[in-house]
């Protein structure tokens, strides 16, 4: 896959100074050869999202878009496929697309300050990922027996867990806070968001609806909490296959048609991409990393610029 690049870089945005006041100064070994008094108290930078960014030459006319990960992960999420073909942040530049990838509050490279959330962090096993992103039967887990069919690429799995961090379970007001503080900077942005991602998004979005040009969730976990933000923001809700495996993939199912479905009632631009029955069947709840996932992605901003469009 070739493209160029105009320019590319790193940013962070949103988050805050926090004082911590209590500890004492110690002294500490921080590599074989070297030690000095390190004091615990300060000021520290937290809560802020980590970007970087990409500018394809030409570059496409119209908003920029942004790349929100799913829970626990971070932004490699878009970047190469487990089995290391190119991920669809790559298919965004080639087709001309400037793209700003998101690394979350607490998440990769925009790291976090021990103590400072609430809990302990969680990490995600192999097996809870296998179950939960429908990859296949329970019980094909040891084996790695893959539902029929299957798109994700089962050889490269075990590299999955690669790509899972520590993820504290209430920082998600403060990620829509960084998001909307992302869009601050990019002006209007097509948002594409997956999983946990969604939730983020849609937050975001419902505090400050104008940053938003549009937005493409990939089998989101949340839900707006109003739809009356949306009523103007193209949404092209997208999901995969083996969704009748599970009753809790099967409501969520539902709940997305019945999404889209209040949404066009009212006149919102919105949309369900069904890519089992509209791209090709197969398809994992990492649409992203999946064998037909270019397929997936043309599809999806296709139809956000049918939605566009309509409404332009």
């Known amino acids: 896959m070739t493209y160029r690049l105009k320019d590319f870089g790193s940013y962070t945005a949103g988050g805050r100074l926090h004082r911590v006041d209590a500890g004492a100064p ?6 074989r050869d070297a030690s000095y008094v390190y004091d615990p108290r300060g000021h520290f930078a937290v809560e802020h999202a980590y970007v970087q960014y990409f500018v394809p030459e030409p570059r496409r006319p119209g908003p920029p878009v942004v790349l929100v990960h799913g829970g626990g992960m971070h932004g490699s999420t878009w970047e190469t496929t487990p ?40 990490v995600r096993s192999l097996e809870e990922a296998w179950n939960l992103f429908r990859m296949g039967p329970a019980d094909g887990f040891a084996a790695r027996r893959p539902f029929p069919g299957q798109q994700f690429p089962i050889h490269a799995f075990d590299t999955l867990g690669r790509y899972q961090v520590p993820r504290w379970l209430g920082t998600t007001p403060l ?40 937005i493409i969730a990939v089998e989101p976990s949340g839900f707006p909490a109003a739809l009356e933000p949306l009523a103007d923001v193209p ?7 083996y969704l009748d495996t599970e009753p809790r993939w099967t409501k969520r199912r539902d709940d997305w048609r019945a999404l889209v479905d209040n949404l066009t009632a009212n006149g919102a631009p919105a949309r369900v991409l069904d890519t ?6 197969g398809g994992s709840h990492m649409l992203m990393m999946d064998a037909h996932g270019d397929a997936c992605l043309a599809a999806a901003l ?11």
């Open 26 to 31: 110690r002294t500490i070994q921080f590599t």
């Open 83 to 122: 089995d290391g073909r190119p991920g669809w942040l790559h298919g965004l530049l080639r087709a001309g697309y400037e793209v700003h990838v998101v690394d979350a509050v607490e998440r990769g490279r925009a790291g976090f300050l021990p103590g400072l959330f609430e809990g302990e962090p969680i």
């Open 175 to 214: 990620q829509a806070a960084a998001l909307n503080a992302v869009l601050a900077r990019t002006g209007p942005a097509l948002v594409i968001c997956h999983s946990q991602g969604g939730e983020i998004t849609f937050d975001a979005q419902n505090a400050a609806p104008e940053r938003m040009a549009g």
């Open 235 to 241: 949404l092209v809700l997208m999901y995969g296959d």
């Open 276 to 281: 089992a029955a509209e791209v090709a069947p």
């Open 302 to 312: 296709e139809a956000y610029e049918a939605l566009a469009a309509h409404g332009s």
